[in-house]
């Protein structure tokens, strides 16, 4: 199960972004791959380590709105059983 993280941050750094979503998410954060960095169009895509499905859009409702950098962040669950990338988060101009 994955979710999509948005609306990070220019100012902040790659390793900045998975440090946060790191000790914000625990152990559900199998694996953090984060995305043009320093633009204003950054996300991050984030495996969910959790047994159920439910979980991701559980997660992703909790997580909406925490602030990083003081910008709150935008956060959705990729619909369970799709094997595809996660989409592109909508760009900012």
Not at 26 to 34: L, Q
Not at 58 to 69: P, T
Not at 74 to 89: C, H, K, L, R
């Amino acid at each position: 199960m994955k979710i999509i993280v948005w609306n990070i941050p220019e100012s902040c750094s790659e390793q900045e972004v998975r440090d946060f979503l790191g000790r914000e998410l625990g152990h559900y954060a199998k694996e953090i791959e984060v995305f043009e960095q320093g633009t204003p169009n950054a996300y991050a895509n984030v495996d969910v380590d959790a047994d159920e499905p439910y979980v991701a859009d559980i997660i992703a409702q909790q997580f909406n709105g925490k602030l990083l950098g003081g910008v709150p962040l935008q956060v959705s669950a990729v619909p369970f059983g799709s094997n595809e990338t996660p989409p592109t988060p909508p760009r900012r101009e």
